[in-house]
């Protein structure tokens, strides 16, 4: 009321002499509180939209503040940030007594309990020279053994479908992850528990490093012996491939045992072809003197002896013997026995090619070519000479040795050509491979000249080896010229057949042309079927036309081009055949390979 009567005297004078009424006062009073009111600011944009930013930016100030004046770190939060804004950790309060505790850091550093930990954040040390330390790289993670489980599963399921690429990628994906959880753990009991031979060797392919395999190789061993040792021979499907791959791994001690029993009793065989399997492995076991050094080779000499393990392995078995003999040392008398023997075409036709490299392995120039060979060959040459010119040796195993003789490092040595002559000389019944090597080392016309008369022998084995060495002589129109005078003027159909193939296999560039010129209906019949054998596979249906020739032979052979080709499309043609030629026999022909194609 006052502030409303103060107003009411600052009036002019004539309303001041009025006195105001009641009503008056009260419509001023009530003015003057509109007006006030109308001045104000509204509070409540403040207090729902301004206040609650304001308190939020408050609080992330307060949680990302940084440290104290006094250099100690803030209290962490629930996350920390360990980033490239850490700071070094500080010395542990309860240091360890003992000088000797080390430890070792995530990268596999070392460092001792009592010093500080190095720097790892890429920030200066204090305490170094103040050079800058690169960050450590971020850690593989943990898998889990859900991870380790599905991807187990994942091998399993590839050997089953034959899926290689998924088999590869989960064995990969277990080695590379062999450190980051019990990897090798469930790898040991998904092989202890599986019965899948096939399955079992891929998971022990995934197997990260030398030492598990070689334990886990070992404990299948301890729990199958009776299968290393052949004593038990039933093995499942893809057995021996995983016994065979676990035989690689087993300790030196164990592996000497099987081989000493597979030797001796010639069990199991899948491990004897292991350890005569490789023709190269005598080779590297004479580089490295490994063979030399070997104390089972008087085993393996008796079993070579006793000629019952199949002829391969035998073979295999006696060129490492001999390959663990000294190039200086003379020709063992056991090479002399019989049972021996029969092994040497082997040895000369595999061995003797890496002599040079065998014997001067470390030379600094090649040697020279009488420096080349061991100390023993000499001898070792008189000997086979003497079998070859004995009546009493098998006929086969001097063809075997003749033709063993014909390696680039053996026939152009003197005793080689000596005994050649001879042989050719004698015309015993290795006659025929006499002259094969004597084609494959012609070089004269008398060399040719004797071939192709040889050719005229009235024995078919004698003309044929004639041709042989015919088409084995060195590149050259000698060899052709003489190969078509039989073809021209021979009088055995069926060397002349041999000739003409024979021409055919020298000359592949000419050989259409050559099949072209002796397919005419005027030249023998006999060769008629050579060209027929010898044109292309694309040319199907020229053998399609010859198929209907008026020459049995000719259909014959043309319908056996055909089956050979194994094209389906050529089904209705062979089921056609099959029902019309005149020939019963050419028939049968047909429908047999018909049914092939179906």
Partial sequence: MRSALAVWRARSFNDYMAEPTDEQLMAEADRLKQADANKRLPWWPFFYCVL??????????????????????????????????????????????????????????????????????????????????????????????????????????????????????????????????????????????????????????????????????????????????????????????????????????????????????????????????????????????????????????????????????????????????????????????????????????????????????????????????????????????????????????????????????LRQRPEVTEMINAGLARKDDNYPDYLAFAGSQARTSKDYDLLRSAANDPKPEVARGAIKGLKDAPAGEAADLRLREILNEGTNDGVKADAFAALIERNPRDAQKLVDEYIDPAKPVTLRVVAVAHIPAKDVERLQDLAEDSELKIRQAAINRLGALKDKKLHSFLKRVSTHDTSPVLRQLAAKYAKELE
């Avoid at 890429?122 to 690169?134: L, N």
């Fill in 52 to 409: 609650p930013v304001l308190l939020a930016l408050g609080l992330i100030v307060f949680v990302n503040r940084p440290g104290n004046n006094d250099g100690r770190p803030n209290k962490p939060n629930a996350v920390p940030d360990l980033g490239a804004q850490g700071r070094p950790l500080t010395k542990p309060a309860n240091v360890p007594k003992d000088e000797s505790r080390a430890h070792t850091m995530d990268d596999g550093g070392y460092y001792d309990g009592l010093k500080e930990p190095p720097v790892k954040d890429g920030t200066v040390d204090p305490a170094k020279d103040g050079k800058t330390k690169e960050p450590d790289p971020t850690p593989n993670p943990v898998v889990s053994d859900f991870e380790i489980e599905i991807t187990i599963r994942n091998i399993a399921t590839g050997v089953k479908n034959n899926d290689p690429r998924t088999v590869a990628s989960a064995q990969q994906w277990l080695r590379d992850n062999a450190k980051n959880g019990p990897v090798a753990e469930r790898i040991t009991a998904a092989l202890t528990s599986e019965q899948n031979a096939r399955i079992r060797l891929a998971l022990f392919d995934a197997i990260a490093g030398l030492e598990p395999r070689q334990k886990w190789a070992m404990t299948v061993y301890a729990g199958r012996t009776a299968k290393f040792m052949g004593t038990e021979e039933n093995y499942t499907e893809g057995e021996i491939d995983e016994l065979e791959a676990y035989f690689r791994y087993l300790d030196d001690p164990t592996i000497t045992t099987v081989r000493q029993n597979s030797f001796r009793t010639e069990k199991p065989l899948w491990l004897l072809k292991r350890f005569g399997a490789e023709r190269s492995s005598f080779v590297i076991a004479a580089l490295n003197d490994t063979a030399k050094k070997d104390p089972l080779l008087p085993d393996i000499l008796e079993l070579v002896k006793r000629g019952t393990a199949p002829a391969e392995i035998r073979e295999n078995l006696f060129l490492y013997w001999m390959s663990a003999l000294d190039e200086n040392s003379a020709l063992p008398t056991e090479v002399r026995d019989p049972r021996v023997t029969a092994n040497l075409p082997a040895f000369l036709r595999v061995y003797y090619p890496f002599s040079p490299l065998i014997v001067h392995l470390n030379g600094t120039k090649p040697p020279e070519p009488e420096q080349r060979d061991h100390a023993y060959l000499p001898e070792l040459l008189q000997y086979i000479r003497d079998l070859l010119a004995t009546t009493i040796v098998d006929k086969d195993l001097k063809s075997q040795l003749i033709a063993a003789l014909g390696n680039a490092n």
